[in-house]
Nanobody, 123 residues
Framework: VQLQASGGGLVQAGDSLRLSCVSS????????VGWFRQVPGKEREFVSAISWNGGSTLYADSVKGRFTISRDRAKNTVYLQMNSLKAEDTAIYYC?????????????????WGQGTQVTVSS
């Protein structure tokens, strides 16, 4: 499974962005998918995850109510809609496919990782 994350950019605080994660090669339609983010010098942080069928989602407390994860299995794509962005959301965002069918918070449970997309929020 190869993953490609896109949609990052430079925005102002309060703006919105939508990140996309597309799988190529073997589809990830039967895998849970997660989004993580990382700031240089800090550990990778869980953001959100979704189960294989979209029926179950998880969010970090820091993004709950502002971010929404969804997936379109027909398009092999998972989205992360980010609203009301804050300066502290600035990071490189990575998508990853879980080893199993459900989303989870632990990075070690994800087998496949995309290359990351930069999100920068100016205050």
């Amino acid at each position: 499974v190869q993953l490609q994350a896109s949609g990052g950019g430079l925005v102002q605080a309060g703006d919105s962005l939508r990140l996309s994660c597309v799988s190529s090669g073997r589809t990830f339609s039967n895998n849970g998918v997660g989004w993580f983010r990382q700031v240089p010098g800090k550990e990778r942080e869980f953001v959100s995850a979704i189960s294989w069928n979209g029926g179950s989602t998880l969010y970090a407390d820091s993004v709950k109510g502002r971010f929404t994860i969804s997936r379109d299995r027909a398009k092999n794509t998972v989205y992360l809609q980010m609203n009301s962005l804050k300066a502290e959301d600035t990071a490189i965002y990575y998508c990853a496919a879980n080893r199993g069918s459900w989303g989870s918070r632990g990075a070690s449970e994800y087998a496949y990782w995309g290359q990351g997309t930069q999100v920068t929020v100016s205050s």
